[in-house]
Nanobody, 125 residues
Framework: QVQLVESGGGLVQAGGSLRLSCAAS????????MGWFRQAPGKEREFVGG????????RYVESVKGRFTISRDNAKNTAYLQMNNLKSEDTAVYYC??????????????????WGQGTQVTVSS
C-alpha cells in the first residue's frame, strides 16, 4: 500500500518559516520525482515545486522562488519543503505527490502517480 504522509503544517506569522515533510512508503522512493502542490480556498490546486529523483534538479513556481526550497533524503524516503518568509497568500493546504519524472510533475494537468492527504499551512498577517 502506497502512502505519502505530510507533516509540519501549522499556523505561522507572516515572515516566519515552516518545514513540511513528506514520508513515503510502499514505493521505491528513489525511482520517483517528488513534488509539492497547494490549494487555497476557492482556488485550483497549484504546482509549487518539484525535485528530480536524485535531487539534482529542482523547479519552482515563480511566486515562491527564493523563499521555498525542496529537498529529499532518499535514505529516509522523505521529501521536504522549506518555506521561508511566508506571506498570507501562501495560506493553503499543501500536498506532496510522486511522479515518474519532474516533467510529469510540472505538466498541466500534473501526471502524478500518488498524492498525500495534505497538511494545512496558515499564515497570519
Amino acid at each position: 500500500q502506497v502512502q505519502l504522509v505530510e507533516s509540519g503544517g501549522g499556523l505561522v506569522q507572516a515572515g516566519g518559516s515552516l518545514r513540511l515533510s513528506c514520508a513515503a512508503s510502499g514505493i521505491i522512493f528513489s525511482n520517483n520525482a517528488m513534488g509539492w502542490f497547494r490549494q487555497a480556498p476557492g482556488k485550483e490546486r497549484e504546482f509549487v515545486g518539484g525535485i528530480s529523483r536524485n535531487g539534482a534538479f529542482t523547479r519552482y513556481v515563480e511566486s515562491v522562488k527564493g523563499r521555498f526550497t525542496i529537498s529529499r533524503d532518499n535514505a529516509k524516503n522523505t521529501a521536504y519543503l522549506q518555506m521561508n518568509n511566508l506571506k498570507s497568500e501562501d495560506t493553503a493546504v499543501y500536498y506532496c505527490a510522486a511522479a515518474a519524472s519532474s516533467t510529469d510533475m510540472a505538466s498541466t494537468p500534473p501526471r502524478t502517480n500518488y498524492w498525500g492527504q495534505g497538511t494545512q499551512v496558515t499564515v497570519s498577517s
